[in-house]
């Protein structure tokens, strides 16, 4: 790997290393990622060089499971169907892709689109975002566990807690304020479905994940990955599970998304229009009796979680 040619220089300066000030200095501008590349750097900083054993990645020969949601809310025949693939997906990925969802492409693309207007204004209009008060109902900053991680993602990211109590919305950003509001409502709207068929999935009336209010809580969050000089020693994001309910991610057209299956790392090709569904770890833990599958994340654009 390429991240091994990097070893004699840490060796040489790891007595001079401190990485805590490093974090401190880097988290101090305020400016995440995004700054690093927009002031020209040409090395990345020692803080987001991975260990080299985590950059080796499989691509074997899976076929991810797609489900069509079309038909589920009004025919009773393909709603069985639909569940039943569900139910496998669940059981053996703990991931699926769903099209046919209902959120029209326009909205995913300008979703898409806001992001980007957000993460590539001044800096200066970031940066009233920034915190690292996790209680606020949006938090921008880089790496959520930046003094907390074994190595920084070359990663920015903003969370907006859409539901049940969302911001007011002259507390979003202007540039991406609407696309926000219209996403959040086509997010919680299929939440409620994959909810239903869950329940079935699971041999429980369709409303007992509602009832137990898994559709009332929504968080948003956008990440944002910079062109990076060095891509061979570094990762967007670092093994993970999620511990909400269920995530509806949004990949953009570049991908970078890969699951854990059978002790090997598959990559999710972006599909035009789908949308991926990620069982986190309530889900498992409360409901599913460990029946569904919950296998780790490698990198994502912008996930919706349900909670």
Same mark, same amino acid.
């Given at each position: ?31 995440? /990622? ?6 020209? /750097? ?19 020969? @899976? ?32 991931? @699926? ?18 992001? #980007? ?8 209009? +970031? +940066?009233? @975002? ?6 606020? +109902? ?77 559709? +009332? ?43 854990? #299956? ?14 991926? /569904? ?18 780790? /994340? ?10």
């Amino acid at each position: 790997m390429a991240a091994a040619s990097t070893q004699p220089q840490q060796n040489e300066c790891s007595a001079a290393y401190d990485r805590l000030a490093e974090l401190k200095a880097f988290d101090e501008t305020k400016a995440g /990622v995004k700054g690093l590349v927009d002031a020209g /750097v040409t090395q990345i900083p020692r803080i987001f060089q991975a260990p080299p054993h985590l950059l080796d990645t499989d691509d074997p020969n @899976f076929s991810f499971p797609i489900i069509d949601l079309e038909g589920a809310d009004r025919d009773p025949a393909k709603r069985k169907q639909i569940v039943e693939k569900i139910r496998d997906a669940s059981a053996n990925w703990g991931f @699926f892709q769903v099209v046919n969802h209902g959120i029209p492409e326009t909205v995913l693309e300008e979703m898409k689109a806001g992001v #980007h207007r957000f993460y590539e204004q001044d800096v200066e209009l +970031k +940066k009233q @975002f920034y915190t690292r008060d996790n209680k606020r +109902k949006i938090v921008h900053n880089s790496n959520f566990d930046l003094f907390s991680g074994a190595f920084t993602n070359w990663r920015d990211t903003t969370l907006y807690r859409m539901a049940p109590d969302p911001p007011a919305p002259q507390e979003l950003p202007a540039c991406c304020r609407e696309i926000l509001k219209e996403y959040s409502e086509g997010v919680l709207k299929l939440g409620e479905l994959l909810f239903q068929l869950l329940s079935e999935a699971l041999g429980l009336r369709s409303s007992h994940l509602k009832e137990l209010n898994c559709t +009332k809580g929504l968080q948003v969050l956008c990440h944002y990955y910079p062109a990076c000089p060095q891509p061979e020693l570094t990762l967007g994001a670092c093994k993970h599970e999620d511990n909400d309910f269920i995530t509806v991610l949004l990949q953009d057209h570049i991908g970078g998304l890969q699951v854990l #299956h059978r002790n090997q790392w598959v990559d999710v090709p972006p599909l035009p229009a789908a949308l991926v /569904v990620n069982l986190g770890d309530l889900l498992q833990a409360s409901f599913s009796n460990s029946n569904y599958a919950i296998f780790l /994340v490698s990198c994502d654009f912008v996930c919706s979680e349900l909670e």
